[in-house]
T-cell receptor, first 112, second 116 residues
Framework: AQSVTQPDIHITVSEGASLELRCNYS??????LFWYVQSPGQGLQLLLK??????LVQGIKGFEAEFKRSQSSFNLRKPSVHWSDAAEYFC??????????FGTGTKLQVIP | EAGVAQSPRYKIIEKRQSVAFWCNPI?????LYWYQQILGQGPKLLIQ????????DSQLPKDRFSAERLKGVDSTLKIQPAKLEDSAVYLC??????????????FGEGSWLTVV
């Protein structure tokens, strides 16, 4: 069965610092991979997704993610974090018309 | 473009009572989902519809939860009777086609349920 692991429950970074959120997946074939962001009291919003092709994917709000098949990873990065990026981030995997499975999330705190 | 609409936003009920949540997906979206998100956890798929047919309801507690999607548009999720562990946010979402085929899933703001 497909699964997603986000090893970091909570991360704190200083405003202006770089950010990397980790995501490892388990899937039997080439997956579809997604990163969503959830602000408090809101639904989830898609940041970016990977299907195939270029392994470095650009998303909204200055985020990017890199697909590494050998490591079964799809880590999310941002070179300079803004206070408005404080939220919870979810990695998800899908494929083969099966359901999309979400990870448990990483809560990002941004300090001045 | 209007997003996914859900109501009510907040509901407090006593255990063993019933509750119903309503969802109106984005126009033209064939796939509709209900997710349960317990505090501190990721969304868990309860049921997925393709038009008005059920694609996946493997994680729906069928002894107490039911969902329908009449005419392939709006959907209702019902819980009867509610248990304390049902306290969660119920997220409705929709997409043009199955998310597992790479379609972007659009989420509503959620319906917050507290069972006391």
């Amino acid at each position: 069965a497909q699964s997603v692991t986000q090893p970091d429950i909570h991360i704190t970074v200083s405003e202006g610092a770089s950010l990397e959120l980790r995501c490892n997946y388990s899937y039997g074939a080439t997956p579809y991979l997604f990163w969503y962001v959830q602000s408090p009291g809101q639904g989830l919003q898609l940041l970016l997704k990977y299907f195939s092709g270029d392994t470095l994917v650009q998303g909204i709000k200055g985020f990017e993610a890199e697909f590494k098949r050998s490591q079964s990873s799809f880590n999310l990065r941002k070179p300079s974090v803004h206070w408005s990026d404080a939220a919870e981030y979810f990695c998800a995997v899908g494929g083969g018309y099966q359901k999309v499975t979400f990870g448990t999330g990483t809560k990002l705190q941004v300090i001045p | 473009e209007a997003g996914v609409a859900q109501s009510p936003r907040y509901k407090i009920i006593e255990k063993r009572q019933s509750v119903a949540f309503w969802c109106n997906p984005i126009s033209g979206h064939a796939t509709l989902y209900w997710y349960q998100q317990i505090l501190g956890q990721g969304p868990k798929l309860l049921i997925q519809f393709q038009n008005n047919g059920v694609v996946d309801d493997s994680q729906l507690p069928k002894d107490r939860f039911s969902a329908e999607r009449l005419k392939g548009v709006d959907s209702t999720l019902k819980i009867q009777p509610a248990k304390l562990e049902d306290s969660a946010v119920y997220l409705c979402a929709s997409s043009l086609g199955p998310g597992g085929a790479g379609n972007t899933i659009y989420f509503g703001e959620g319906s917050w349920l507290t069972v006391v």
